[in-house]
C-alpha cells in the first residue's frame, strides 16, 4: 500500500431501486434509491463488491 491511499475511502452505490433496511429500533423498513457503502480502495481491487438484495456489482458513485 502507497502512503497516498492509506485512508482514502471511495463511495460505491448499487441501482436497487427499493430495499429493506434496519431502523434505529432494530425493526425493518422499506428504503427507495440506491444502496450505498464507503470502500477502500484495495477492498475494490480485490474483486467486485455484489450487492445481497439482486446480486449486481456495486459501481463507484459519480
Known amino acids: 500500500m502507497t502512503p497516498a491511499r492509506r485512508g482514502k475511502r471511495l463511495a460505491i452505490v448499487c441501482r436497487c431501486a427499493t430495499h429493506e433496511a434496519l431502523d434505529t429500533h432494530g425493526g ?5 434509491g440506491p444502496r450505498r457503502i464507503q470502500v477502500t480502495p484495495g ?10 438484495v439482486c446480486g449486481q456489482d456495486f459501481i463507484p458513485e459519480d
Open 43 to 52: 477492498r475494490l481491487d480485490g474483486g467486485p463488491v455484489l450487492c445481497g
Open 28 to 32: 425493518k423498513r422499506q428504503v427507495d
